[in-house]
């Protein structure tokens, strides 16, 4: 995930340049300035806007490579639980699925630890987990909604801020100084379409990523209710496959009325 960072801050860059036509509209053919002058141009509020940037290149990317198959259900993973499961050997099943983190081998490790409390147990144990992966990744989606609804909002307040400015440079000057007032102008310009430009991908990665993840979350079901269709419950019943460590002693009420009993025996 390091990588996908560093391509999302490269890619955020590129973003960049696409806010500032609004500016580059306003300059005369021998006027030129660079791109961070033009950006600077753009107010206080591209300093908020260019982290919304690099979050919704950061953002998409990163869901991109989670909702994958490769990584929902890899491929190492499905063929590791089928072999045991045909073997019967749900213990090294278990062990396996925990000794390789996924999404699919949390999900068949959560229906191992409950194979032993019958069926019901076990689908309820594997619907809780693909809850909480589905949970998970729709939190990272809906922040790319969260960033289309809040860039608008933050070129808007750029935009008033302008044209404050441009107000303040009227009282001031008058309408005979018409650079201070070109320079507020093309600083509304900036900051209304920057806030537009990361709003719409970030609108267009959440509704696609939304449903991408949607199909994932489909396929990594089918693939658990299939491991366990048709399962032995009856002979795996009290059977403690995950052997891990339990916490949850008897009441201590019932130790208490236990312990005079066996010192009158």
């Not at 144990?125 to 990272?140: C, I, M, P, W, Y």
């Not at 009227?170 to 018409?178: P, V």
């Not at 489909?218 to 269709?229: I, K, N, S, V």
Request: aromatic letters at 10%.
């Amino acid at each position: 995930m390091k990588n996908a960072a560093k391509f999302a801050a490269y890619a955020a860059l590129m973003l960049l340049p696409m806010v500032a036509f609004g500016a580059d509209a306003q300059q005369s053919a021998e006027v030129k300035k660079t791109f961070i002058q033009v950006l600077k141009e753009g107010g206080w509020c591209m300093y908020p806007i260019g982290a919304f940037s690099v979050g919704t290149v950061w953002l998409i990317i990163d869901l991109w490579l989670r909702t994958n198959a490769k990584n929902m259900i890899p491929d190492a993973d499905v063929n590791a639980a089928k072999q045991a499961f045909m073997a019967g050997d749900y213990v090294t099943a278990y062990q396996a699925m925990k000794a390789a983190p996924s999404p699919f081998s949390n999900v068949i490790q959560a229906g191992l630890s409950s194979v032993g409390h019958g069926k019901d147990a076990t689908e309820e144990a594997l619907q809780a987990e693909v809850d909480k992966v589905n949970s998970t990744l729709q939190t990272r989606v809906n922040y790319l909604s969260v960033i289309g609804v809040c860039s608008p909002m933050v070129g808007l307040l750029g935009t008033v801020s302008g044209m404050r400015g441009a107000f303040a440079s009227l009282g001031s000057s008058g309408i005979g100084d018409t650079s201070k007032l070109a320079g507020h102008i093309g600083e509304v310009l900036i900051a209304t379409a920057s806030g537009l430009f990361i709003a719409i991908p970030a609108f267009m990665g959440f509704y696609f990523l939304r449903n991408k993840l949607q199909t994932a979350i489909h396929h990594l079901e089918t693939e658990a209710a299939a491991l366990f269709r048709n399962a032995p419950y009856d002979y795996l019943r009290d059977a403690d496959v995950g052997q891990e460590e339990t916490f949850a002693a008897m009441p201590l009420w019932l130790q208490t009325e236990q312990a005079p009993e066996q010192e009158s025996v």
